[in-house]
């Protein structure tokens, strides 16, 4: 079983930055593929970006070239860098793990005024 912990929410105004952090609790971290989903009120999960094992990114089309995902296999966690945050990047998001198995986080609210 994996956890998965993120941070880095909160309240942001329209145009700022946040950065979410996600950390693994798995030896074998570089094995898996990671990214990041997040979930507005009434709407479905939707893919925001991925990251595989070897690098190779991709995004949803609504945050590509705002959002950037990495990760750092030494210190098993991947990074969401969120850019020119838009009222509609609102949401709770979640960090995702996969290898084999799929893992979910608890969730981190991010919140973005207009």
């Known amino acids: 079983q994996v956890q998965l912990v993120e941070s880095g929410g909160g309240l942001v105004q329209s145009g700022g930055s946040l950065r979410l952090s996600c950390v693994a609790s798995t030896s074998i971290f570089s094995r898996y593929a990671m990214g990041w989903y997040r979930q507005a009120p009434g709407k479905q999960r939707e893919l925001v970006a991925i990251?595989?094992?070897?690098?190779?990114?991709n995004y949803a089309g609504s945050v590509k070239g705002r959002f950037t995902i990495s990760r750092d296999n030494a210190k098993k966690t991947v990074y969401l860098q969120m850019s020119s945050l838009k009222p509609e990047d609102t949401a709770v998001y979640y960090c995702w793990a996969s290898y084999y198995e799929e893992y979910w986080g608890q969730g981190t609210q991010v919140t973005v005024s207009s």
């Open positions: 990251i595989t094992t070897i690098g190779n990114t």
